[in-house]
T-cell receptor, first 110, second 116 residues
């Protein structure tokens, strides 16, 4: 069974520090990876997508992909209290549908 | 209107009842996916519809069924409700073809179902 695994946390980070969120996936053939942010009681919203090995930066967010290690990460620089949310990692396995991890709860401490 | 809209936002049912949840896709999107998110879990794929036909199904029993209409809006029906069906049901639309798998999903706000 194709799986995406995340540390459920909670992860607490001081305001202004770097938050690092990690995710592993089971299918070496997976090509597409996504990070979604979900505030409590709200729906997931897409933050980043990454398809190639290496880093992809967008503002304060950097996604990192290492296909050899089957590992995806999300770094949030200069963390703000508004970044406090659950972060969902998702992977696309072949032609199957998007598979999500259980999410990591992040709390930014002012 | 842009964005994905879902209704109702909250509802309470009892075991054995039936429920219908509705979703209007984002303008221009031809594919709708339904996900179930239990408390503290990630969304679990239920099924996807492309041009009114089911295009993929997750590990859910047949009492979970769906429809997609010509205007790309969609319904999720659940029969014989069980306590474990209590969850947030998320609809997501995307612009896909049958062979492409899920591309970028735009989620609605969800329908929170409580089964007593």
């Amino acid at each position: 069974q194709k799986e995406v695994e995340q540390n459920s946390g909670p992860l607490s980070v001081p305001e202004g520090a770097i938050a690092s969120l990690n995710c592993t996936y089971s299918d070496r053939g997976s090509q597409s990876f996504f990070w979604y942010r979900q505030y409590s009681g709200k729906s997931p919203e897409l933050i980043m997508s990454i398809y190639s090995n290496g880093d992809k930066e967008d503002g304060r967010f950097t996604a990192q992909l290492n296909k050899a290690s089957q590992y995806v990460s999300l770094l949030i620089r200069d963390s703000q209290p508004s970044d406090s949310a659950t972060y969902l990692c998702a992977a696309l396995f072949g032609n199957e549908k998007l598979t999500f991890g259980t999410g990591t709860r992040l709390t930014i401490i002012p | 209107e842009t964005g994905v809209t879902q209704s109702p936002t909250h509802l309470i049912k009892t075991r054995g009842q039936q429920v219908t949840l509705r979703c209007s896709s984002q303008s221009g999107h031809n594919t709708v996916s339904w996900y179930q998110q239990a408390l503290g879990q990630g969304p679990q794929f239920i099924f996807q519809y492309y041009r009114e036909e089911e295009n993929g199904r997750g590990n859910f029993p047949p009492r979970f069924s769906g429809l997609q209409f010509p205007n790309y809006s969609s319904e999720l029906n659940v029969n014989a409700l069980e306590l474990d069906d209590s969850a947030l049901y998320l609809c997501a639309s995307s612009l896909d073809s049958p062979s492409s798998g899920a591309n970028v999903l735009t989620f609605g706000a969800g329908s929170r179902l409580t089964v007593l």
